[in-house]
């Protein structure tokens, strides 16, 4: 019967499908040992000793003193603002995940969206003081693909008005700017653990703090805003990690080098094949050795032979789960787009790059066989 098909239709039958992005699994018997251990000691939740050995392990990894675990990364922004007592206005950017923004509504926040700069996809740091008004308290950028925003610029302008930074940092896992944690800057990092990111622990986060201090009430936040048995201080939620989440993440951080090294050769082979099809721009980061490569994104320009969204289904036609991150914009659904700063107007170049994006696998499992495949559906367009 599949002789009578088109030669499209039945490769697409015998081809594997190929995601956006796998995590990385070591063999089920190495996690064995962890679930034996949780077993024996009966603790499950609460900042037990697997929750503490992650703790301790993700600090001396990143490089910073005081990390806050949480059960993800979406609650790590709600309590980070929380943690701070953020008010008012947030400006932040509408080229993410929705989760950046939604943060901000369950705060009763209101989001101010600026455009980002053309080159790295991060909010445009000279875009950032039109936007300020007196009900502005904090800047929330995001380093967008695991590529650093302008730091400095972003920083200065912070100082100027008495502003506080949170960063979005859930494609940030391992980067450095100058040997250090990227995660050193601004008031509050975020980092998400969950399934699709460079390391996870099935589901989680953590808030980078500044002092002990902060990582207490970060602490307080996360656990219903108890301090004992009898006492609570804050209007605390839920947001613990639990023993088997820590487990899995001391064990994925046993690989985590190197999977950082073979995204890193995968990003680096892509632009390589990539680099003489018309039409297909890779963002500067792709080669980037301060980039983490959490993912690896194309721009579809005018003078490739066909849409963005046509090559998707492309893609899609073949098995290869490509994703169109980030479309739409966060500005362009339906919570947000009667913001004044929603307009597309005021967003030309996030709006442009949500018109034009591709993210292709990557993955540390993926092999140079699957990685020609993609290049293969690219090139023959």
């Known amino acids: 019967m599949n002789a009578s098909l088109p030669a499209e239709a ?9 995601f956006v992005t796998q995590p990385l699994l070591s063999p089920l018997e190495d996690f064995i040992p962890y679930l034996r251990e949780i077993w024996d000691s009966k603790v499950l939740t609460n900042g ?5 050995r992650l703790e301790k392990a993700l600090e001396a990894y990143l490089g910073v003193e005081h990390l806050a675990l949480l059960s993800n990364g979406t609650l790590g922004l709600v309590t980070a603002l929380q943690a701070l007592r953020i008010t008012g206005e947030v400006i932040t950017t509408p080229y993410s ?3 950046t923004a939604h943060s901000l509504l369950w705060n009763g926040i209101k989001p101010v969206f600026v455009d980002v700069d053309p080159h790295t996809l991060n909010m445009d740091p000279a875009k950032i003081e039109a936007a300020i008004t007196p009900q502005t308290t904090a ?3 995001v380093h967008c693909y695991g590529y650093p925003c302008d730091i400095d610029a972003i920083q200065k302008i912070a100082d100027n008005y008495n502003l506080k930074i949170i960063y979005d940092a859930a494609h940030a896992f391992g980067v450095k700017t100058d040997g250090k944690s990227i995660l050193r800057h601004g008031d509050l990092s975020v980092l998400s653990f969950h399934a699709t ?7 989680g986060g953590a808030i980078i703090c500044p002092d002990a201090k902060t990582k207490q009430r970060v602490n307080h ?10 006492t609570v201080v804050a209007p605390g939620i839920n947001g613990k990690m639990s023993e088997i989440n820590a487990a899995f993440g001391l064990l994925q951080l046993e690989h985590i080098d190197e999977a950082l090294v073979r995204r890193r050769e995968i990003s680096v082979r892509y632009c390589e094949l990539l680099s003489s099809v018309k039409g297909i721009h890779c963002l500067p980061a792709c080669e980037s050795p301060i980039s983490n490569h959490a993912y690896f994104p194309i721009l579809v320009g005018d003078d490739y032979p066909i849409s963005r969204d046509a090559l998707y289904e492309k893609f899609r036609e073949r098995n290869v789960i490509v994703r ?22 005021n967003l030309p170049v996030a709006s442009d790059a949500a018109q034009r994006v591709l993210c292709l696998p990557i993955f540390p499992t993926m092999t140079n066989e699957q990685m020609d495949r993609v290049i293969d559906i690219v090139m023959s367009c």
């Not at 039945?10 to 190929?18: D, P, Q, R, S, W």
């Not at 037990?48 to 503490?52: S, T, V």
């Not at 936040?221 to 009898?230: A, P, R, S, Y």
């Open 10 to 18: 039945t490769a697409a039958l015998t081809e594997e499908t190929l």
């Open 48 to 52: 037990g000793p697997f929750h503490q």
């Open 97 to 99: 995940f929705v989760a």
């Open 139 to 141: 800047i929330l950028p």
């Open 197 to 203: 990111k460079v390391f996870n622990t099935f589901e």
């Open 221 to 230: 936040l996360k656990n219903f805003g108890i301090v004992d048995e009898t």
């Open 324 to 345: 169109r991150y980030f479309y739409p914009l966060i500005s362009e659904f339906p919570m947000y787009r009667g913001l004044p700063t929603a307009h597309r107007a």
